[in-house]
Nanobody, 121 residues
Framework: VQLQASGGGLVQPGGSLRLSCAAS??????????MGWFRQSPGKQRESVAT???????YSADSVKGRFTISRDNAKNILYLQMDSLKPEDTAVYYC??????????????WGQGTQVTVSS
């Protein structure tokens, strides 16, 4: 599975950004299960931001609840993260993450390349 993330950039505090992550794969049967966004800022560990199951159940970190919304398009295998009321502490590299099951029943995980989000005036 290849994950292509986009939508990062520089935004002022209080602004909004929408991240996208397109999943593509070839050869064999693969079922995409959970999808999620993680982030990592300098000197800190990578942390989970939000996760969404294939049935649409969403979970988000306390630090982003009420500001970030995760969603997915199962037909197109695209993951989204709508980020509103951005704060400087949201500055980080954001990574998309996918859990998938192959035709043999093996569970595999994949990471996107990361997209930089900078919140600054």
């Amino acid at each position: 599975v290849q994950l292509q993330a986009s939508g990062g950039g520089l935004v002022q505090p209080g602004g909004s950004l929408r991240l996208s992550c397109a999943a593509s794969f070839s050869g064999g049967s693969l079922t995409i299960d959970d999808m999620g966004w993680f982030r990592q800022s300098p000197g800190k560990q990578r942390e989970s931001v939000a996760t969404i199951t294939k049935t649409g159940s969403a979970y988000s970190a306390d630090s982003v609840k009420g500001r970030f919304t995760i969603s997915r398009d199962n037909a197109k295998n695209i993951l989204y993260l709508q980020m509103d009321s951005l704060k400087p502490e949201d500055t980080a590299v954001y990574y998309c993450h996918v859990v998938a099951t192959d035709s043999w029943g093996a569970v595999k995980t994949y990471w996107g390349q990361g997209t930089q989000v900078t919140v600054s005036s």
